[in-house]
């Protein structure tokens, strides 16, 4: 029997997972993600931290920015608490505070995550844009990333550990179709420059169909490729263990409204790197090639002392 989830079924699997719970004023807990391994991916714990904070303003306004520091690495498995500071609350905009918590090995709740959020009643104002989209293939014209997974695991197979092998044929909530050669195996220096399709494999629909899960859901995806970005120039790769790294912080700046289950494009490049840093922006587009969100990030990023 094949127990494979279908894709409406990942889909909701991931609006279980950015679903917080609230568990007293302005405390609210995020659940693990079904089966995790190892460290708690980034972009979950900025999109539950997220929704705690959309949760707390309830007047009409909308995020429009995030800032996040990332202190510890989240372990799979166990719940993480979300508690809220009440920084701000103006005519036009408010501010949120969250700290992200989990309890260690010990029991001990200890913090993993900074994130201050800003909010704004919708308004008309100047407009320009100074940020065409890039010329790149449309989404309809490229394979699916799990196929060319498939063929890399087909041809790497014995290069690979269990785990590597299980997360590479991991069915996804995200689809994406990447416009450039995926560079997992490839030792070929490139230009720090990416360019991703990216949306829910399934329709969002009924009191799920929020604006606020929306921009949760791209907060999630958009930790997806941005660190390796800064990887391309120097041919090295997380996938043959070759390099060590986190991230260290993450902002977001939320343009218009978009949804999260049609096609977004993520443009991603590093401008730099050095110090055991790497620095990367992001910016996502609609089909219509409007702007709807600016993503930055630093990473930790040094090369492995035993890297092949």
């Given amino acids: 029997m094949d127990d494979t989830p279908t894709n409406a079924e990942l889909v909701a699997g991931l609006i279980r997972l950015l679903t917080v719970e609230k568990r007293a004023a302005d405390v609210y807990a995020g659940a693990p993600q079904k089966d995790g391994i190892g460290r708690v991916f980034g ?5 539950q931290a997220l929704q705690a904070a959309q949760a707390s303003v309830t007047d009409g306004k909308s995020a429009h920015s995030l800032h996040a520091y990332f202190l510890r690495g989240g372990r799979e498995g166990a719940p993480i608490q979300y508690r809220i500071e009440r920084d701000f609350d103006g005519r ?3 501010n949120r505070r969250v700290v992200a918590a989990q309890e260690n ?25 100074d940020s065409p989209m890039p010329d790149v293939p449309r989404p309809d014209d490229l394979r699916p990333d799990m196929d ?16 590597q092998r299980r997360m590479m044929l991991r069915a996804r909530p995200i689809e994406m179709r990447t416009c450039d050669a995926l560079h997992w195996m490839s030792r070929t220096p490139r230009e720090p420059r990416a360019h991703s399709w990216f949306r829910v494999c399934a329709p969002i629909t009924g009191a799920d169909d929020t604006p606020e899960l929306h921009r949760a859901i791209i907060t999630y995806a958009s930790d997806y490729t941005l660190l390796g970005t800064s990887a391309l120039p120097h041919g090295l790769s997380w996938m043959r263990n070759e390099l060590v790294g986190a991230s260290l912080d993450h902002a977001i700046w939320f343009h218009r409204e978009a949804r999260a289950d049609e096609w977004l494009l993520y443009a991603t490049d590093a401008p730099w790197s050095g110090g055991g840093r790497g620095f990367n922006r992001g910016r996502i587009f609609n089909l219509a090639g409007e702007l709807v969100a600016s993503v930055a990030q630093e990473g930790m990023m040094r090369k492995r002392a035993t890297a092949p």
Wanted: glycine share 8%.
């Fill in 148 to 163: 060319q997974r498939r063929e890399i695991v087909a041809q790497w197979g014995d290069k690979l550990s269990d785990q």
């Fill in 43 to 47: 972009g979950q714990v900025l999109a």
């Fill in 105 to 129: 090995e010990d029991g001990i709740a200890v913090p993993i995550l900074n994130l201050t959020a800003s909010f704004q009643l919708p308004e008309d104002g100047l407009e320009h844009i």
């Fill in 92 to 94: 036009s905009f408010a």
